[in-house]
């Protein structure tokens, strides 16, 4: 299947739980960040994003904590059903352009039982 | 009322040959994008245009050849096709400007025989 020989990080909830996924980045000069949801056979969707002015921005079911001290970022789904089994990826970008290059973390595997 | 639409979803095809990939976004954006995805998951970026011009070229072999006829199309052509080829491609698109998120199309998955 599509994931033999996948070692992607994986976090394993059972379906109701409260899920995070961290996200460690290196640039210090990031300034925007972007949590994607990947589900098999399609495109990274949009979940949220978040400023570095800010600490803290929540969505429907979704909270992204930035920690800029650390690098650290992190995406809490709560209550997580099964739909939310995918890849999330964390992206970072910095500049002072008006185009910005994404640059990715490597994904984290979130896999959520009934 | 897909709004990054990619062409093929599949493409399987030999070394050396040469294939193109078309890209179409209907979201009204003037920035837009190809990320190569491999079988890792990692995502890297390739190249943005941006009005049909031409802004970011990240060190991709010159077999890889964008051309964005307008702001709502970005197409891929790659020759001489070699295994290491082998990924899944996405198309992004965006409005210009830092903090703006960017919209991927579902991906071509290219295999190189």
């Known amino acids: 299947g599509e994931s033999v020989g996948l070692h992607l990080p994986t976090l394993s909830v059972q379906e109701g739980d409260n899920s995070i996924i961290n996200c460690a980045y290196s640039?210090?000069?990031?300034?925007?960040f972007i949590w994607y949801k990947q589900e098999s056979g399609k495109g990274p969707q949009f979940i949220i994003d978040?400023?570095?002015?800010?600490d803290k921005r929540q969505g429907q079911r979704v909270t992204v904590l930035l920690n800029k001290t650390v690098k650290h970022l992190s995406l809490q789904i709560a209550a997580t059903q099964p739909g939310d089994s995918a890849v999330y990826f964390c992206a970072e970008t910095a500049g002072n352009s008006g185009y910005s290059t994404l640059t990715f973390g490597k994904g984290t595997m979130l896999l959520v039982s009934p | 009322d897909t709004a990054v639409s990619q062409t093929p979803k599949y493409l399987v095809t030999q070394m050396g040959n040469d294939k193109s990939i078309k890209c179409e976004q209907n979201?009204?954006?003037?920035?837009m994008y190809w990320y190569k995805q491999d079988s890792k998951k990692f995502l890297k970026i390739m190249f943005s245009?941006?009005?049909?011009?031409?802004?970011i070229n990240e060190t991709v072999p010159n077999r890889f050849s964008p051309k964005s006829p307008d702001k709502a199309h970005l197409n891929l052509h790659i020759n001489s096709l070699e295994l290491g080829d082998s990924a899944v491609y996405f198309c992004a698109s965006s409005q210009t400007g830092h903090y703006q998120p960017q919209h991927f199309g579902d991906g071509t998955r290219l295999s190189i025989l």
């Open positions: 245009y941006n009005n049909k011009e031409l802004i």
């Open positions: 640039n210090s000069a990031s300034d925007y």
């Open positions: 978040i400023r570095s002015n800010m």
């Open positions: 979201l009204g954006h003037d920035t």
